[in-house]
């Protein structure tokens, strides 16, 4: 168990539909990142968080927001799904904005867009 | 832009046996970290060890070793003592260095697939 908290596990959706993803970091990181993995395009970096603040944007879709609420917990909002849009999608988690030795990953959220 | 590559789409190996699984990375900065993490079929990300640049040891985790070559730039995981469980994927990732606002991305590979024979 690596102490990062996805929620849901598995999704379902139709096409144009919203759906928001939840994630709770390892008790005491400040940092959460999102990533999605598919199958054409691997993992790719969606966006990160520190303490509440966007700190680096990757290949996040302007459909796809995210935040990180006082709590630290995040949530990443996919709007307007795609069928391309179904991937398993991480959140991750470490304890400092830079220079952490140990980035880890929480079990993932299977979204399927139908 | 940095860079992985995991050149083996696949490895097998009989039990109790070794294993190296291949990663070379690109990169000009001094300063980087790299990661190997297994993903089986459940899904699930796991982080397996850790070696940063300045380390003057290969990193060492149980079974798992990381053979750290800098001039070469690769960074090849090691198992030791294989077992049916280790069957997953694999996967090479490395840190970008801190640029400003302090981003610590991950940059993956396009993973190994390593199944273990009984």
């Known amino acids: 168990d690596s102490g990062v908290t996805q929620t849901p596990k598995h999704l379902i959706t139709a096409t144009g539909q919203r759906v928001t993803l939840r994630c709770s970091p390892r008790s005491g990181d400040l940092s959460v990142y999102w990533y999605q993995q598919s199958l054409d395009q691997g993992l790719q970096f969606l966006i990160q968080y520190y303490n509440g603040e966007e700190r680096a944007k990757g290949n996040i879709l302007e459909r796809f927001s995210a935040q990180q609420f006082p709590d630290l917990h995040s949530e990443l909002n996919l709007s307007s799904l795609e069928l391309g849009d179904s991937a398993l999608y991480f959140c991750a988690s470490s304890v400092a904005r830079t220079g952490g030795n140990t980035i880890y990953f929480g079990e993932g959220s299977w979204l399927t867009v139908v | 832009a940095q860079k992985i590559t995991q050149t083996q789409p696949g490895m097998f190996v009989q039990e109790k046996e070794a294993v190296t699984l291949d990663c070379t990375y690109d990169?000009?900065?001094?300063?980087?970290?790299l990661f190997w993490y297994k993903q089986p079929s459940s899904g699930e990300m796991i982080f397996l060890i850790y070696q940063g640049s300045y380390d003057q040891q290969n990193a060492t985790e149980g079974r798992y070793s990381l053979n750290f070559q800098k001039a070469r730039k690769s960074a090849n995981l090691v198992i030791s003592a294989s077992q049916l469980g280790d069957s997953a994927m694999y996967f090479c990732?490395?840190?970008?260095?801190?640029?400003?606002?302090?981003?610590?991305?991950?940059?993956f590979g396009k993973g190994t697939k390593l199944t273990v024979n009984p």
């Open positions: 990169t000009s900065d001094p300063s980087y970290g």
């Open positions: 990732a490395m840190r970008e260095p801190p640029a400003q606002g302090g981003s610590e991305k991950l940059v």
